[in-house]
């Protein structure tokens, strides 16, 4: 990483690649034919879409089960996160969240830790 929470050229590149590729396997997951997959693929996140594309679209998402619609959620705010430039920074501490872990889950919004005290039971954080 270039400074915390920048990512070099080759860093955006990559986890730009790795988010496509999430998202796509995601739509795969829901998608009935390779023609609605063709269809969305030629339509990303900040392009413009004509109005048959968004009915496309709005069709699929009609599809989508809660966990799968929020995981294209996730994966869609960690594309913006890379064009705002605070991809790979945790929303709870501020720290960088390491590599290892964005290339599992690229689209993590917090580093282990403290996703780790979010997920235990209330009754047994401090």
Not at 42 to 71: C, I, K, Q, T
Not at 95 to 111: E, F, G, K, N, S
Request: proline share 4%.
């Amino acid at each position: 990483m270039a400074r915390k929470g920048q990512l070099d050229a080759d860093g955006s590149s990559e986890f730009r690649g790795l988010l496509r590729e999430a998202r796509q396997q995601l739509l795969r997951t829901v998608v009935m034919t390779d023609g609605d997959l063709a269809s969305l693929s030629d339509h990303e996140p900040g392009s413009l879409v004509e109005d048959s594309a968004r009915a496309a679209m709005a069709d699929l998402l009609a599809r989508l089960e809660g966990r799968e619609r929020h995981e294209l959620d996730e994966i869609q705010a960690a594309q913006a996160r890379l064009e705002t430039g605070s991809f790979g920074v945790c929303e709870d501490c501020g720290a960088t969240i390491p590599l290892p872990r964005l290339r599992a889950v690229p689209w993590a919004r917090h580093c282990l830790g403290c996703q780790a005290r979010d997920e235990r039971p209330s009754d047994v954080r401090s």
